[in-house]
């Protein structure tokens, strides 16, 4: 009954048992698994994931072999984030690798064409994904994190991956709106008015933001956000499986990484009740 009193409230729940820490969260075996299968995908075809391909290296020496590389660590992270014992290393290099991408192939054209969104939008889908895989490293850090890089784990690192999200869902749902018709041509015929739809999710991830930023209900904005990024890739990606085309393929599963960070994200909020407020961000 304590228990119940205290989620309700929003009160941090008790700590869990070592068994409960060690049991893998739903959000991150999905995660691990459209990893497993965006590796598969680029050792198969032997080049990026499509969704890495707006990148400068169209011509550059040992690109193959840079594209195998990457597809084994993507493989091999997933793959180690669904043990226990190798969730903490799988985390560091997934992690690693999702910030390379972000800082050197997806910062640089935002620099360079900012009045772009389409180059916002790319960065910010890459930041929910990096947000995810900051957040479990915050919650799981190692001796060397706790060392070397302490801003980055605990309490501090879980506040610099929600920082990170609320700024990256205003440049996916911006492009809504920037996009329409394009994102109104990827809404079911057997819905209609695709344009309401595309502006309404828009307007849920500019709203989750600001409820993230403000405090209002986080657990909730957050959960709702990864459960309409979920929909999303059901509704738009999930019939196209029954279509062998990689480009189908490819979409699914990177929509799909894209809301499983959300999901890591929102189940960082597992401590507080539904309802529970926050001063900020920044605030306990």
């Given at each position: 009954m304590a228990s119940s009193l205290a989620a309700a409230s929003g009160a941090p729940g008790a700590a869990s048992t070592p068994a409960e820490a060690d049991r893998p969260a739903?959000?991150?075996?999905?995660?691990?698994?459209?990893?497993?299968?965006?590796?598969?995908?680029?050792?198969?075809?032997?080049?990026?994931?499509?969704?890495?391909?707006?990148?400068?290296?169209?011509?550059?020496?040992?690109?193959?072999?840079?594209?195998?590389?990457?597809?084994?660590?993507?493989?091999?992270g997933g793959l180690a984030l669904l043990p226990a014992a190798t969730t903490r290393g799988a985390t560091r290099?997934?992690?690693?690798?999702?910030?390379?991408?972000?800082?050197?192939?997806?910062?640089?054209?935002?620099?360079?064409?900012p009045q772009m969104e389409a180059t916002w939008l790319g960065f910010g889908?890459?930041?929910?994904?990096?947000?995810?895989?900051?957040?479990?490293?915050?919650?799981?850090?190692?001796?060397?994190?706790?060392?070397?890089?302490?801003?980055a784990v605990g309490e501090r690192g879980?506040?610099?991956?929600?920082?990170?999200?609320?700024?990256?869902?205003?440049?996916?749902?911006?492009?809504?709106?920037?996009?329409?018709?394009?994102?109104?041509?990827?809404?079911?015929a057997w819905l209609p008015y695709p344009l309401f739809w595309a502006y309404l999710t828009g307007t849920g991830s500019l709203a989750a933001s600001l409820g993230l930023l403000l405090g209002v209900w986080p657990r909730l904005a957050a959960t709702l956000e990864a459960?309409?990024?979920g929909v999303i890739t059901l509704l738009v990606w999930g019939p196209k499986l029954l279509v062998l085309d990689r480009t189908n393929w490819t979409g699914f599963f990177i929509s799909s990484a894209i809301a499983c960070g959300a999901w890591i994200v929102a189940d960082g909020y597992r401590d507080r009740g539904w309802l529970a407020r926050r001063a900020a961000v920044t605030g306990s």
């Open positions: 739903a959000s991150r075996i999905t995660f691990a698994a459209t990893m497993i299968a965006l590796g598969v995908l680029g050792l198969v075809h032997g080049d990026f994931a499509l969704v890495w391909q707006r990148i400068p290296i169209e011509h550059l020496p040992g690109r193959t072999a840079i594209a195998y590389a990457c597809a084994l660590v993507e493989l091999g290099v997934l992690a690693v690798f999702l910030l390379l991408w972000l800082v050197l192939l997806k910062l640089p054209a935002v620099v360079v064409v889908e890459i930041a929910v994904m990096f947000a995810g895989t900051w957040t479990l490293l915050a919650q799981r850090p190692g001796d060397w994190e706790r060392a070397h890089v302490p801003f879980l506040r610099g991956a929600r920082a990170l999200f609320i700024a990256a869902l205003p440049m996916i749902g911006l492009s809504h709106f920037f996009y329409a018709e394009q994102t109104a041509a990827f809404v079911p459960a309409m990024l």
